[in-house]
């Protein structure tokens, strides 16, 4: 990722925003190494292109796009947690935890959440029209449907696969979309089901990963739907309907894309971004097997 690239610039003015002369050294290096350097960055881009869809990139939008990142690598951190998936490498580098311990591992994912918090606020302070991204956020985040309930259906005896998904992985797009909708002062129901279909289609596409892929080529540890029993649309269906899943996902994100004057190119960058993104069909497969359905849900 390029240094010049003005997400990184923000993320990177956002993150010295967020701590200071008052931060523990090692918890500030903690909470750095979560964030830089970060993976794709698919959905800042995905709130930044929404609102540019619709025009100019409008003020302090960036902000937007940096609170939904931060959010994104704090929940990383903590889902690689020992009491989660307990998972030692992630981006090809050793998880937060593994480098730093568990505590600062928790503090650092609590400094980021807090910190994504105090980006958005400050933002809305200049711009007072950005005050709905407050909620939309919170919303995917929160124990109400948003990541923080994803994770805990795991620890209930069953769930809708279908809500737990959307909760853990769906819900934090759809915000991005709506975020990048609120900073370009459309209504973000427009824009929402772009959102819970990219979140389907990423899903998907994790799933592909976890059973199809190499921990090199994903840079963290693969294997672990059936390590954790947790449910697996490429388990489940097979890779040759996951695969034919994923496209259909993708399609209709691309269809559900609303009327807009950038409406053409937002389909072309969403395109040319998922072509980057998710695998593309491959030709052969050795699968482990599941024993038995998944326990817990
Ligand atoms: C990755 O899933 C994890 C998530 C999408 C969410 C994790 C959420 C929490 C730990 C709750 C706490 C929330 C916050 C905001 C800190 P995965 O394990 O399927 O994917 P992976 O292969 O990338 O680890
Ligand atoms: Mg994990």
């Known amino acids: 990722m390029s240094r010049t690239d003005p997400l990184e610039t923000a993320l990177e003015r956002a993150f010295g925003r967020v701590v200071g002369a008052q931060t523990p050294p090692r918890l500030m290096a903690a909470m750095h190494h979560a964030v830089f350097p970060g993976g794709a960055r698919i959905r800042p881009r995905v709130?930044?292109?929404?609102?540019?869809?619709?025009?100019?990139v409008p003020p302090r939008a960036e902000s937007l796009a940096v609170a939904i990142e931060f959010v994104h690598c704090a929940s990383l951190v903590h889902d690689d947690l020992p009491c989660f998936d307990n998972a030692p490498v992630r981006r090809g580098r050793m998880s937060v935890h593994a480098k730093f311990g568990e505590s600062l591992a928790v503090l650092a994912g609590d400094g980021l959440i807090v910190g994504a918090f105090e980006v958005l606020g400050h933002a809305i302070v200049e711009q007072p029209r950005l005050a709905g991204a407050i909620g939309v956020l919170a919303a995917a985040v929160g124990a109400n449907g948003g990541l923080v309930a994803g994770q805990g259906w795991e620890d209930e005896p069953s769930t809708d696969v279908q809500r737990y998904h959307h909760a853990k992985t769906a819900a934090l797009f759809e915000a991005a979309v709506c975020m990048g909708a609120i900073a370009a002062k459309v209504d973000p129901a427009q824009w929402r089901p772009v959102g819970t279909a990219l979140g389907e289609a990423y899903q998907i596409a994790d799933d592909l990963g976890d059973l199809i892929s190499t921990p090199t080529e994903l840079g963290k540890p693969v294997g672990q739907d059936l390590i954790h029993d947790r449910p697996n649309a490429a388990l489940e269906l097979g890779p040759e309907r996951a695969f034919a899943r994923l496209?259909?996902?993708?399609?209709?994100?691309?269809?559900?894309?609303?009327?807009?004057?950038?409406?053409?190119?937002?389909?072309?960058?969403?395109?040319?971004?998922?072509?980057?993104?998710?695998?593309?069909?491959?030709?052969?497969?050795h699968l482990p097997v599941r024993e038995e359905a998944p326990l817990r849900a």
């Open 47 to 56: 709130a930044l292109a929404v609102a540019a869809a619709h025009g100019p």
């Open 247 to 285: 496209e259909a996902t993708l399609a209709r994100a691309v269809d559900a894309v609303p009327p807009c004057p950038g409406q053409d190119e937002f389909r072309e960058w969403l395109g040319s971004a998922c072509a980057r993104l998710f695998p593309r069909r491959p030709v052969v497969h």
